[in-house]
């Protein structure tokens, strides 16, 4: 528990590829509900004896569904990518250090 606090508290990692791991799989359920949602809707449309807009409902749900999952990853992946560099370029940063044997004189310490 500890751990996890000093985690939190402490700035050493990052949050956000967590974060926002959290928010695709959080959206990516309600994009599933809303499609099972709609499937369910377009059957009680064929129960009421709507064929027509009950046979349109089960052809674009899913694929609708399928289109609004590909895009949430999409733009999931967008929002990690700014992380994912982040982290590169402290890799970065820490073999140049290392392959030199001095710190940067231009780089400011806190």
Known sequence: MQAI?????????????????????FGA?????LTLFAV?????????GNFSQGLMQ???APAVGAVA??????LSELFLLAFLA???MGEIRDTLRA???????NHPTF
């Open 5 to 25: 606090l000093q985690r939190f508290l402490g700035f050493d990692r990052l949050l956000g590829p967590v974060l926002a791991k959290f928010v695709y799989y």
């Open 29 to 33: 359920v309600v994009i599933v509900a």
């Open 40 to 48: 369910l809707m377009a059957v009680m449309a064929l129960a009421a």
């Open 58 to 60: 089960i052809i674009a």
């Open 69 to 74: 999952l590909v895009y949430w990853r999409f």
């Open 86 to 88: 982040y982290e590169r």
């Open 99 to 105: 392959a030199t044997g001095a710190p940067d004189p």
